[in-house]
């Protein structure tokens, strides 16, 4: 991870076996995977995109009651959309 003001940075290298990183790696190759948001409402976020012709792909739990979630299509074709929320709402 690399701190750069209000950007993050997070390189990632798969190291075999299963994983959307390594599916992500494995579609496209080398390159951008993914840029994240923050969201107090991820169930919100995840409808709002999916009206854009986003799709889940995978989600997780991030820590506590959090979740990350993330999207393929819609708005930013050829790159993941990730949402990332502190607390866990349900996805529809």
Known sequence: FFDMG???LELIEPMG????W??????????LHHIAFWTEDAAADVAALREQG???WHRGDMGGAGQYVYLRGGPLVGATIELLE?????IG
């Open 6 to 8: 209000g950007i993050q």
């Open 22 to 31: 390594q599916s992500g790696l494995d579609a496209t190759g080398p390159g």
């Open 54 to 56: 986003a799709e889940v």
């Open 86 to 90: 502190n607390q866990r709402t349900e």
């Open 17 to 20: 076996g299963d994983s959307s």
